[in-house]
């Protein structure tokens, strides 16, 4: 009889690892995990600006930027990272509490800068603040322009950040954008007359007595305190504050260009020179300023209108944007991606469409790409909170070179557009398209609900990757064959000017598409993942709070305020071996043999993490994954056998 209850029992526990088992082998990952290869240290972070010092309606954001490019050589591709320059950290507060009283908001600007040692495996330097600007009025959109075309002259194009932002003057209200230039970087011109009439001992001020000294020197004298010290929020916020340096002195050179009219802008984007941008009820789709930016930064722009807004157009509904795509026929003509969403009884319909004029806006024509449909029910009654938020929530959009990549959440969908030249053999006649791909990406929807909050394009447009709201990071590729019969390869805006194509024989370009269910090499595939461990605690970010949850995330089992995410972007950096010191890359590379690849992500305190995308590894581990990442169906299934066996053993 009791051999007969230990077979029992053994055949019941015998039978839950068996499930647990068959769960993880059809659950198991078969896309292979990328090398973490640093991650920050816990004291290597920022201070968290006091929300005090915050509007209720403040909004973050960051970018991170190689200081300068490797010049392109016959061995080296033009989009390599200068080892020896650094890595710039960009933080942008769109409200911000000032001391004005006719203007107590107003956006704050900072820039920091680290050396890359970390990225060869040496030690990890703190971030260094550059220069603190304070905008006019609060920030509402921001605009990275990376495209780096190569220019007539040879030379790339300056990445330019673009920051809207609004000022209230009585029942008015204007709206202006401040573009900074990252390729200018210069030692502004009163520093060292600044330095000399305070003293060099300025950055060393920092007790409670010297508050009002940091406040007066950061505004009268545009020297910047420690910011580090709980102080300097209230040296930004001051009355006369507009701007200061840090300790070396440097900044960007930008210039505020006015927006005419005062109705609300709702889309933004920057293109090279171009900005395009549409107002609320406007009469007009859109508008085009041409900006006067070169040689330098001189603030001039002449407008052109877009085409008159019909009904259908009128109702911008949700997830609208608009993005320049590079002119087919640059110089005489410009095209516009426009994704739209509108509401209509119990449906809302998401489509993309291309807009093209032909002689510059004096004819505008239009063609349709793609169009979706999600029931809502009547005044989305049948979405849930989260569903509501995608819907709401705008797209993730990246530009890098003639390559564009947009993440629609509410219909989980990667849609990517890349301008092409074609040419047939024993023909003088140019073909040009704009190619449209869409993929649906594996691993990044769990449930029904889009969870990817980051996304970044390699230089070349051939890399793609995406972290979700859990830190996990999923890194996409597609495959880019040379052909002879092309003009421009992924690799185009790299080349030497004289591969740049003629000018082309159709007055318009057409829309390359395919199908539903349809594949080809441009479409994007999932390379390589990563996750951070299920049990160990987070010290990725382990200092910051939310709105909603004051305590910190240290552990994963703490539940996290729902779409607040850790990392706040992502970059993909391109070294030139002979600078890192390391091997050559893999085929995952899309810069082939002379270029070693490197993914960062930048959590909101400042702190890093790094991964190789060279090295990587088929996971050996199935069952410990599974049952690290399935905690509480692990701890129900051992109820469950417990409570049987336990039974067993009581009627025995």
Same mark, same amino acid.
């Given at each position: 009889m009791r051999y007969a209850l230990r077979t029992r029992q053994c055949m019941l526990v015998a039978v839950g690892a068996a499930y647990i088992f068959v769960l993880a082998w059809f659950n198991r990952q078969p896309i292979p995990t990328t090398a973490l290869l640093h991650e920050s240290d816990s004291k290597l972070k920022l201070r968290t600006t006091g929300s005090s010092h915050l509007g209720t309606k403040n909004k973050d954001m960051h970018w991170l930027e190689p200081l300068r490019y490797l010049p392109p050589s016959d061995t080296r591709a033009g989009g390599a990272t200068d080892f020896d320059a650094g890595l710039l950290h960009i933080r942008l507060h769109t409200e911000f509490r000032t001391a004005q009283a006719r203007q107590p908001l107003g956006g704050l600007l900072k820039v920091y800068r680290k050396p890359l040692g970390f990225a060869a495996g040496g030690s990890e330097d703190e971030w260094e603040l550059l220069f603190v600007d304070r905008l006019p009025g609060p920030a509402k959109l921001a605009y990275l322009d990376r495209t780096r075309l190569r220019q007539p002259a040879g030379q790339h194009a300056a990445r330019r950040l673009a920051v809207l932002y609004y000022v209230a003057d009585k029942e008015t209200m204007a709206y202006a954008t401040r573009i900074y230039d990252l390729e200018s970087l210069h030692r502004a011109d009163y520093f060292d007359a600044a330095v000399a009439r305070v003293g060099a001992r300025w950055w060393e001020l920092g007790s409670d007595a010297e508050a009002a000294v940091l406040a007066g020197v950061a505004a009268e004298h545009g020297l910047c305190?420690?910011?580090?010290?709980?102080?300097?929020?209230?040296?930004?916020?001051?009355?006369?504050?507009?701007?200061?340096?840090?300790?070396?002195?440097?900044?960007?050179?930008?210039?505020?260009?006015?927006?005419?009219?005062?109705?609300?802008?709702?889309?933004?984007?920057?293109?090279?020179?171009?900005?395009? +941008?549409?107002?609320?009820?406007?009469?007009v789709r859109?508008?085009?300023?041409?900006?006067?930016?070169?040689? %330098?930064?001189?603030?001039?722009?002449?407008?052109?209108?877009?085409?008159?807004?019909?009904? +259908?157009?009128?109702?911008?509904?949700?997830?609208?944007?608009?993005?320049?795509?590079?002119?087919?026929?640059?110089?005489?003509?410009?095209?516009?991606?426009?994704?739209?969403?509108?509401?209509?009884?119990?449906?809302?319909?998401?489509?993309?469409?291309?807009?093209?004029?032909?002689?510059?806006?004096?004819? &505008?024509?239009?063609?349709?790409?793609?169009?979706?449909?999600?029931?809502?029910?009547?005044?989305?009654?049948?979405?849930?909170?989260?569903?509501?938020?995608?819907?709401?929530?705008?797209?993730?959009?990246?530009?890098?070179?003639?390559?564009?990549?947009?993440?629609?959440?509410?219909?989980?969908?990667?849609?990517?557009?890349?301008?092409? &030249?074609?040419?047939?053999?024993?023909?003088?006649?140019?073909?040009?398209?704009?190619?449209?791909?869409?993929?649906?990406?594996?691993?990044?929807?769990?449930?029904?609900?889009?969870?990817?909050?980051?996304?970044?394009?390699? %230089?070349?447009?051939?890399?793609?990757?995406?972290?979700?709201?859990?830190?996990?990071?999923?890194?996409?590729?597609?495959?880019?064959?040379?052909?002879?019969?092309?003009?421009?390869?992924?690799?185009?805006?790299?080349?030497?000017?004289?591969?740049?194509? &003629?000018?082309?024989?159709?007055?318009?370009?057409?829309?390359?598409?395919?199908?539903?269910?349809?594949?080809?090499?441009?479409? &994007?595939?999932?390379?390589?993942?990563?996750?951070?461990?299920?049990?160990?605690?987070?010290r990725w970010d382990d200092g910051l709070g939310s709105p909603d949850s004051p305590f910190p995330n240290t552990q994963r089992f703490i539940p996290r305020p729902h779409h607040h995410s850790t990392t706040t972007c992502l970059r993909f950096l391109h070294f030139d071996p002979a600078q890192l010191g390391a091997k050559g890359p893999d085929q995952l590379s899309a810069k082939g043999p002379d270029a070693v690849v490197r993914i960062l992500a930048l959590s909101a305190a400042g702190r890093l993490r790094m991964w190789e995308l060279d090295s990587h590894e088929q996971s050996p581990h199935i069952l410990w994954p599974f049952i690290t990442e399935h905690w509480g169906l692990m701890f129900i299934l051992a109820a469950v056998v417990s409570c049987c066996v336990y039974n067993e053993r009581r009627w025995g």
């Open positions: 305190p420690d910011d580090q010290l709980r102080l300097a929020d209230s040296a930004y916020a001051g009355a006369h504050f507009r701007r200061c340096v840090g300790r070396a002195g440097l900044r960007l050179r930008s210039v505020d260009v006015g927006l005419p009219g005062a109705q609300d802008v709702i889309e933004f984007s920057l293109r090279g020179s171009t900005l395009l +941008y549409s107002r609320l009820n406007d009469v859109f508008r085009v300023v041409e900006l006067d930016l070169e040689p %330098e930064l001189s603030g001039g722009f002449a407008q052109t209108l877009g085409p008159d807004v019909s009904e +259908y157009l009128r109702d911008t509904g949700r997830q609208t944007f608009l993005a320049q795509l590079h002119s087919t026929r640059p110089g005489s003509s410009m095209d516009v991606f426009l994704a739209h969403g509108s509401t209509a009884s119990d449906t809302f319909y998401f489509s993309f469409e291309l807009l093209q004029n032909t002689t510059l806006a004096k004819r &505008w024509i239009h063609e349709d790409v793609k169009r979706y449909r999600l029931p809502v029910h009547q005044q989305f009654s049948g979405l849930s909170r989260d569903e509501l938020r995608l819907v709401n929530d705008p797209p993730l959009v990246d530009q890098v070179g003639l390559t564009s990549v947009f993440y629609f959440k509410a219909t989980d969908v990667i849609v990517v557009v890349d301008t092409e &030249w074609f040419r047939d053999h024993g023909s003088a006649n140019v073909t040009q398209l704009q190619r449209v791909r869409e993929s649906r990406p594996p691993y990044i929807s769990t449930l029904n609900s889009p969870v990817a909050v980051n996304m970044t394009l390699d %230089e070349s447009g051939a890399l793609l990757a995406m972290t979700t709201v859990d830190d996990e990071l999923f890194i996409f590729a597609r495959a880019h064959a040379s052909s002879t019969t092309r003009i421009l390869d992924y690799r185009r805006y790299f080349r030497t000017p004289r591969l740049m194509p &003629w000018v082309a024989t159709e007055p318009v370009s057409s829309v390359d598409s395919l199908e539903e269910g349809e594949t080809d090499m441009f479409n &994007w595939q999932l390379r390589l993942t990563w996750q951070p461990s299920a049990l160990l605690p987070v």
